[in-house]
C-alpha cells in the first residue's frame, strides 16, 4: 500500500475540506505517518474517515481509539498552537497526536493512564525521533502538575465531566480543547484563562469517542 499517497488523499479529502486551513496543521498532518501509530491488523485502514480502535478491555472491546482525521484537525486548529507553546496531552494512546502536537508546539507532556499504551507511545515517539515528546503516566483527570503551567491542554477524546483540576493547570493566557458531551450532541469547546478566570466559546459541532475516566459522575436521588 502507498501510505504516502494515502496520507495526501486524507489531507485533501477529509481535512481540507471540512475548514481546516491552517498551514502548520495541514503540514503536520502530510509528515505524520499515522500508520505507524495504529495495531498492525489496522495499517490497510489508517487513512480511512473513521476512529480506529488502539486498544481493547478484558472483554475484548476496543476501549481506546485513534479520533478520525476530520475532527481531530479541526481541534488542533482551534487550540491555535505556536511554536514556544508547551503542551500537555491528556490521553495520548499510541502517541500520534503527540507527534502532531510536537511539530505544531515547543514541547509536549503526553499523559496516559495505560501503562502499555503509555510504553508503546514512548518506544513508537523514540524510534521516529520525536523528542520533544515526554509520555508520564497517571490519573488522566488529574492532569499532570509536576510540568504544569501549561499554554495549550489538549484532552484526545470526550468527556461527559471537565474536571476543574485542569483549569488550574492553565498559564495565564492559555487554552484548553475538548470535545464535551456523547454522540452526536457532543460539540468542541475553547478554554481560555485571563486573569484567573476561564471564560469559553463554541467551536464546532461533532461526534468524538468518550475518552474512558472522564463519564459523568452518577448522581444518588434520595
Not at 198 to 209: E, I, M, P
Not at 214 to 221: H, I, K, L, Q, T
Given at each position: 500500500?502507498?501510505?504516502?499517497?494515502?496520507?495526501?488523499?486524507?489531507?485533501?479529502?477529509?481535512?481540507?475540506?471540512?475548514?481546516?486551513?491552517?498551514?502548520?496543521?495541514?503540514?503536520?498532518?502530510?509528515?505524520?505517518?499515522?500508520?505507524?501509530?495504529?495495531?498492525?491488523?489496522?495499517?490497510?485502514?489508517?487513512?480511512?474517515?473513521?476512529?480506529?480502535?488502539?486498544?481493547?478491555?478484558?472483554?475484548?472491546?476496543?476501549?481506546?481509539?485513534?479520533?478520525?482525521?476530520?475532527?481531530?484537525?479541526?481541534?488542533?486548529?482551534?487550540?491555535?498552537?505556536?511554536?514556544?507553546?508547551?503542551?500537555?496531552?491528556?490521553?495520548?494512546?499510541?502517541?500520534?497526536?503527540?507527534?502532531?502536537?510536537?511539530?505544531?508546539?515547543?514541547?509536549?507532556?503526553?499523559?496516559?493512564?495505560?501503562?502499555?499504551?503509555?510504553?508503546?507511545?514512548?518506544?513508537?515517539?523514540?524510534?521516529?525521533?520525536?523528542?520533544?515528546v515526554a509520555v508520564v503516566t497517571g490519573d488522566l483527570?488529574?492532569?499532570?502538575?509536576?510540568?504544569?503551567?501549561?499554554?495549550?491542554?489538549?484532552?484526545?477524546?470526550?468527556?461527559?465531566?471537565?474536571?476543574?483540576?485542569?483549569?488550574?493547570?492553565?498559564?495565564?493566557?492559555?487554552?484548553?480543547?475538548?470535545v464535551e458531551g456523547h454522540g452526536n450532541a457532543s460539540?468542541?469547546?475553547?478554554?481560555?484563562?485571563?486573569?484567573?478566570?476561564?471564560?469559553?466559546?463554541?467551536?464546532?459541532?461533532?461526534?468524538?469517542?468518550?475518552?474512558?475516566?472522564?463519564?459523568?459522575?452518577?448522581?444518588?436521588?434520595?
Open positions: 500500500m502507498d501510505y504516502e499517497a494515502a496520507r495526501e488523499k486524507m489531507v485533501d479529502n477529509q481535512i481540507r475540506t471540512t475548514d481546516v486551513t491552517s498551514h502548520p496543521v495541514l503540514r503536520a498532518f502530510l509528515e505524520v505517518a499515522r500508520e505507524d501509530f495504529v495495531p498492525e491488523k489496522f495499517k490497510p485502514l489508517a487513512y480511512i474517515d473513521d476512529d480506529i480502535p488502539v486498544s481493547t478491555d478484558q472483554d475484548g472491546r476496543a476501549s481506546r481509539y485513534l479520533m478520525e482525521p476530520s475532527p481531530l484537525a479541526k481541534l488542533l486548529q482551534l487550540a491555535d498552537m505556536t511554536p514556544d507553546d508547551v503542551v500537555l496531552e491528556i490521553g495520548c494512546g499510541t502517541g500520534y497526536v503527540s507527534a502532531l502536537l510536537s511539530l505544531l508546539a515547543s514541547s509536549v507532556v503526553a499523559l496516559e493512564s495505560d501503562e502499555d499504551l503509555a510504553a508503546e507511545a514512548t518506544e513508537t515517539l523514540s524510534r521516529l525521533g520525536y523528542d520533544s483527570r488529574k492532569g499532570y502538575e509536576p510540568e504544569a503551567p501549561y499554554d495549550v491542554i489538549f484532552i484526545g477524546g470526550a468527556v461527559e465531566e471537565l474536571p476543574t483540576a485542569l483549569f488550574d493547570q492553565l498559564r495565564d493566557g492559555g487554552r484548553l480543547v475538548v460539540r468542541a469547546k475553547l478554554y481560555v484563562k485571563d486573569d484567573g478566570h476561564t471564560s469559553s466559546r463554541r467551536g464546532f459541532n461533532t461526534s468524538v469517542k468518550l475518552l474512558n475516566g472522564f463519564e459523568r459522575s452518577e448522581e444518588f436521588v434520595f
